[in-house]
């Protein structure tokens, strides 16, 4: 009796309930997990018996998103998550059945388990066109970064093309916002670098807040292709101050991995093994197995370049031969792992780190006996420029003497 009592004392009426979900939800979409986690925690000890069923369910999904941004357990998000998922069942509404869907499906993308995502996107992807828009929107924006990670060009361009609809047709400027930058993002991939300024401008002018964490990673990516690395990295720098001081642990990592991408770009390689390290442990403790591979592959391009500028002279010293033979074996293992997990392009990009370091060896190992890539008309411009450069090299080693790659 004592406990109902009490119940009721700290119980908030429905209104209430309403409103504190609002103040919630305002607060985690401006990048502010940690105050938003301590709302929905709030609001779910208070919640009446009485809530509509949408107040519980998102005040779920509130939990499990802001706590796996600021803890990385995965375990408790899904709990929680498979909560919402039964109240949604048992209300069978269909509008918040999506809803959790698409929390599922992100979930999944931030842990790098592209397979779960697509299988929770796809479960829900009939029921887009009568859910919430907002909802929609971020099944489609989230199911687009999806296919961007594997450079599933066309397919990405479809989806965020489909949200920027759905969100200027409810007035949503913010998802407008993300999907229109990510049309550049996806021109940038293309190799169409004054497409992708123009609609990065165009995302800026339909919501010209606050920038969004990978909206100003994706930004710097292009920045660094035009040439302004050094801005680049001191908007990186500003960017890893802010999402450490907001909590975000994923977004600082997958910062660090931008900004050793910076320090490659410029030569600086003891900061971009630094960088990719650091990003590596963090996604090893989140258990991001996808991601920690990105950061693998910049901390071996780092740990080559480190040797490639110092040239002949550090390639006489035995222990300068060792790492050449290691950095050689690690980047065949992870081409491997990556093929064995889709990810051709990645994997392509980690074979040819495997050639240059065979290349750099005075005397490369019998088993570094790799051929160049060919070049796709679809492959980023990145991946594109790799392989030429590659390719020169080896022709080059040829006219010394026949070298082999």
């Given at each position: 009796?004592?406990s ?6 700290r ?6 309930a309403e409103?504190a ?35 519980a ?7 499990a998103?802001?706590g796996?941004?600021?803890?990385g ?6 709990a929680l ?11 069978a509404?269909g509008?918040?059945?999506v ?10 993308l931030?842990r790098g388990?592209?397979d779960?995502?697509i299988?929770?996107?796809d479960?829900?992807?009939h029921?887009l066109?009568?859910?919430d ?18 450079l599933s060009l066309?397919?990405?361009r479809?989806?965020f093309a ?5 969100a200027?047709?409810?007035?949503d400027?913010?998802?407008e916002?993300?999907a229109?930058h ?6 940038f991939?293309?190799?169409d ?6 609609d ?8 010209p ?20 690395s050094?801005?680049a ?7 890893q101050?802010?999402?450490?001081t907001?909590?975000l ?5 997958e ?5 050793a ?8 390689w003891?900061d971009?093994r630094?960088?990719s ?17 990105n950061a ?8 080559l370049?480190?040797?490639?500028d110092?040239g ?10 060792t ?8 980047a065949?293992?992870l ?9 051709r ?12 370091a ?8 019998a ?7 060919s070049i796709r ?8 420029l790799?392989v030429r450069?590659?390719?020169?090299r ?7 003497g026949?070298r082999r790659?």
């Amino acid at each position: 009796m004592g406990s109902t009592a009490t119940r009721s004392a700290r119980a908030l009426d429905v209104d209430a309930a309403e409103r504190a979900l609002r103040n919630a939800r305002s607060v985690s979409n401006d990048g502010r997990p940690r105050q938003a986690h301590a709302l929905y925690a709030r609001l779910r000890e208070r919640l009446p018996a009485d809530a509509a069923p949408h107040v519980a369910v998102r005040t779920l999904l509130g939990l499990a998103t802001t706590g796996y941004e600021l803890d990385g357990d995965a375990d408790r998000a899904m709990a929680l998550l498979d909560d919402a998922r039964s109240r949604a069942d048992a209300a069978a509404d269909g509008r918040l059945q999506v809803a959790v869907g698409g929390q599922i499906g992100l979930l999944h993308l931030r842990r790098g388990r592209t397979d779960d995502a697509i299988a929770a996107f796809d479960r829900i992807s009939h029921g887009l066109d009568g859910a919430d828009p907002h909802d929609s929107g971020a099944v489609l924006i989230n199911r687009g970064v999806l296919w961007l990670d594997q450079l599933s060009l066309r397919r990405a361009r479809s989806d965020f093309a489909h949200c920027s609809e759905v969100a200027a047709g409810s007035g949503d400027l913010v998802l407008e916002s993300m999907a229109r930058h990510n049309l550049g993002y996806v021109e940038f991939l293309a190799g169409d670098l004054p497409q992708a300024l123009a609609d990065m401008a165009a995302s800026a002018r339909v919501d010209p807040g606050a920038p969004r964490p990978t909206g100003m990673l994706d930004e710097t990516r292009v920045m660094v292709e035009a040439g302004l690395s050094s801005d680049a990295e001191a908007r990186l720098a500003a960017a890893q101050e802010v999402f450490g001081t907001q909590g975000l642990v994923h977004d600082v990592a997958e910062t660090e991995c931008a900004r050793a991408e910076v320090a490659i770009t410029e030569r600086r390689w003891a900061d971009a093994r630094r960088l990719s390290r650091s990003a590596r442990r963090a996604f090893a403790r989140r258990g991001n197995g996808r991601w920690g591979q990105n950061a693998h592959l910049l901390e071996l391009r780092a740990r080559l370049g480190t040797i490639d500028d110092a040239g002949a002279p550090l390639t006489a010293h035995r222990a300068a031969r060792t790492e050449l033979v290691r950095i050689g074996r690690d980047a065949v293992e992870l081409a491997a792992s990556l093929s064995a997990a889709g990810r051709r392009d990645a994997a392509r990009t980690a074979l040819l780190v495997a050639i240059e370091a065979g290349l750099a060896h005075p005397h490369p190992p019998a088993t570094g006996v790799y051929e160049v890539p060919s070049i796709r008309s679809t492959d980023p411009l990145g991946l594109r420029l790799h392989v030429r450069r590659v390719r020169a090299r080896q022709a080059w080693a040829r006219r010394r003497g026949g070298r082999r790659a």
